[in-house]
Structure formats: structure tokens, C-alpha cells
């Protein structure tokens, strides 16, 4: 095997659709629990200790992505957490947002001090233990959609959309202003740790979008331009992660900017598909169905690789592992085996 050298730059090629000669591997996540397992060492734990704790679990962390051959280090805070009564999203409670009473009183105002207070030991401790030759990619983690969804609940949210239509459309403007002064004031304060930045907001599932195309146009959309904005005045490309069929809306999402798109699944399209329709305007990240890489032997995890890698060469810039991420429940073998036969391809072990 070669010695590896990390080199963030291929990340930001990749992410301005330019193809470079030794592409990189991408994870939007990979859940420290499987880190623990391929490595043998136990301490994702340590996350939620002291400063030296902290230190040393982004030791851990950031060495994983180094030592299994990444140019980045995929990490992200989420503003839902720092949101007063957040919640209906991940953990299906009822969203603290229902009525105009209720949106007037919120405390929007102090969720961007929340967000920082919350996050600030933890981007210094990355920034401390950053390897050398790596930067970040991430940020702050969740989109529009999803912070409106972890406040309201889908389902109460598509009840007022017919009940209130007028507070429907405030939570959308409310908060992209409330998240755009959260990513304004992190590219200030941590954006020299970052090489690409993104968001993940999951506008689809299997067959369509969760919002009619032309309200996804009309309220989401918008809310991301000055985001995306944001990030390019701070001179670093944008990367959306969004699940599920957009097709719908895709032309209009490259039109607001962004510079890259992660995410896909085989029932809706292989990635192939995604790269040979959008990869003469944006990079494409992603590759491998996250469901074949809990299934498929290392022989078939090889051959399905080899043939989508073969297939997104000479179609922009674009970066390779899962199509979603790597939670818990994907067994660790089958992450590795996608990672070691990914590394194969591109020329990482001698013949």
C-alpha cells in the first residue's frame, strides 16, 4: 500500500465539478460507533466530556478519515438541538409550533447564541486536531425544510398549510433569516476549518417530493440562496445533501448555486444517472446504495463499484462512497470492504 497523503484540494475540485486524477471519498456521516469498531478503540463516548476529553475523541475522529484514506473530515453541529422545543423531526413529538400565538412568542431571536454556546468547544477541539493536509466539510447541519418540520411536524405542517397559509409561509422566511445568521457568523468564526460547506434537507422520498414542487420553489428555495451566497463570499463551494426524488426540482436548485449534490438510492436512480444529467454543471457525490453496502459480499461490493466509478469518469467532478451515509446499523465489514474496494479502484494499493 502507498502512503497516504491527505489533500483537502481534491474535495474542492471535486466539488466544482472539476474531475481530478485521484477522486475523493465522501461520507456525509459515518457513525462513531462503526469508527470504534474498525479501529478497536473505544471513544465516541468522550464526546460529551471535558476539554481533553474533547481533544481526544476528535484525535480519534479525524485520524479515522485520515487512516481510512479521506482528503476531509465530515462533520457537522445541527441547529435543531439548539431550537427551544425542537424536536418533532427526530424524535416525533408534537412540534412546539401550531398556532400564530405560538410563532410570536417564539425566542427566535436567541437560537443563533444557543447554536454557538452549544457548538463552540466542539469546532475549536476539530480545529485543534485537524491532520495535516485536511480540512472539513459540513458545518451546520440541517436545511430549511428540516428545521421548519423540527418545530411544526410534517403532518401539522401540511395541516396549516391549508388552515393558515400566511403562517405556513412565515416559518419558511423566519427561518432562513434565523439560519442564514447562524451561517453568517460560523464562516466567521470557523470557516478557515472548513474547505466545503453543506446542508442536508431531504425534500423527496421514493417517488416525489414531501412538498409540492412549486411551494418547494416558492419557500424553500429562496431561503437558501443567501446562504449558498454566504459561503461563496467566504470563498468555498456549497454542497447540498437532499434525499428522496427531486428530480422535480433540481433545475431550480442548481440555479440558486449550489455547486454539489450528495445523495442517492438505487429505487429512484443509480448514480450514474444523477452524474450523466447534472454533471456538466455540478459535481456529484455519493455512489454506492448505502442497502448494498450492508448486503453485498466484497467480491460484488467490488464489481458494483468498479462499474459506477467506470461510468462517472468523464462526467465532472465527483467524489465516491455511500449514497446516504454509514449509521449504526451498517455492518462495519461491509463499510469497509466498500471503502477498501473504492481505494483499489483508485490506485491507492500497489498491484
Not at 479515522?64 to 445541527?78: A, H
Not at 448505502?290 to 461490493?301: E, G, H, I, K
Amino acid at each position: 500500500m502507498r502512503e497516504f497523503q491527505p489533500d483537502y484540494t481534491n474535495m474542492v475540485k471535486a466539488a466544482r465539478n472539476i474531475e481530478v486524477k485521484r477522486f475523493p471519498l465522501y461520507e456525509h456521516k459515518v457513525d462513531p460507533k462503526v469508527m470504534e469498531e474498525i479501529t478497536g478503540v473505544s471513544f465516541a463516548e468522550l464526546y460529551n466530556g471535558d476539554d481533553r476529553d474533547l481533544d481526544e475523541f476528535f484525535r480519534n475522529y479525524c485520524g479515522f478519515y485520515r487512516d481510512m484514506g479521506y482528503d476531509t473530515v465530515s462533520f457537522e453541529e445541527l441547529i435543531g438541538p439548539a431550537m427551544p422545543g425542537s424536536g418533532a423531526l427526530g424524535e416525533h413529538v408534537k412540534g412546539v409550533i401550531q398556532t400564530r400565538e405560538d410563532f410570536e412568542r417564539y425566542p427566535w431571536d436567541g437560537i443563533c447564541d444557543t447554536y454557538f454556546q452549544m457548538y463552540h468547544r466542539s469546532f475549536e477541539a476539530l480545529r485543534r486536531n485537524m491532520p495535516e493536509g485536511m480540512k472539513a466539510i459540513g458545518g451546520v447541519g440541517y436545511g430549511i425544510f428540516e428545521c421548519v418540520q423540527d418545530l411544526v411536524g410534517y403532518e401539522d405542517l401540511c395541516y396549516m398549510r391549508v388552515d393558515d397559509e400566511e403562517l405556513y409561509h412565515d416559518m419558511f422566511f423566519k427561518i432562513g433569516e434565523s439560519n442564514l445568521k447562524i451561517w453568517k457568523r460560523f464562516l466567521r468564526e470557523y470557516g478557515d476549518i472548513y474547505c466545503v460547506c453543506r446542508f442536508g434537507d431531504d425534500l423527496g422520498f421514493k417517488s416525489t417530493t414531501l412538498l409540492p414542487p412549486d411551494e418547494i420553489r416558492e419557500l424553500v428555495i429562496p431561503q437558501y440562496k443567501p446562504i449558498i451566497q454566504a459561503v461563496h463570499d467566504a470563498g468555498k463551494p456549497f454542497l447540498l445533501h437532499s434525499c428522496g426524488c427531486i428530480f422535480d426540482v433540481m433545475e431550480d436548485i442548481i440555479a440558486a448555486g449550489i455547486d454539489a449534490k450528495h445523495s442517492n438510492e438505487d429505487q429512484i436512480a443509480p448514480f450514474t444517472y444523477w452524474v450523466e444529467q447534472y454533471g456538466d454543471r455540478i459535481g456529484n457525490f455519493g455512489g454506492i446504495d448505502t442497502d448494498a453496502v450492508c448486503r453485498l459480499d466484497p467480491d460484488a461490493m467490488f464489481d458494483y463499484i468498479q462499474e459506477v466509478v467506470s461510468k462517472s469518469v468523464g462526467h465532472g467532478g465527483f467524489a465516491f462512497g455511500s449514497g446516504n451515509s454509514i449509521p449504526d446499523y451498517v455492518p462495519a465489514e461491509g463499510y469497509r470492504s466498500m471503502n477498501q474496494s473504492i481505494r483499489k479502484i483508485r490506485g491507492d494499493f500497489d498491484a
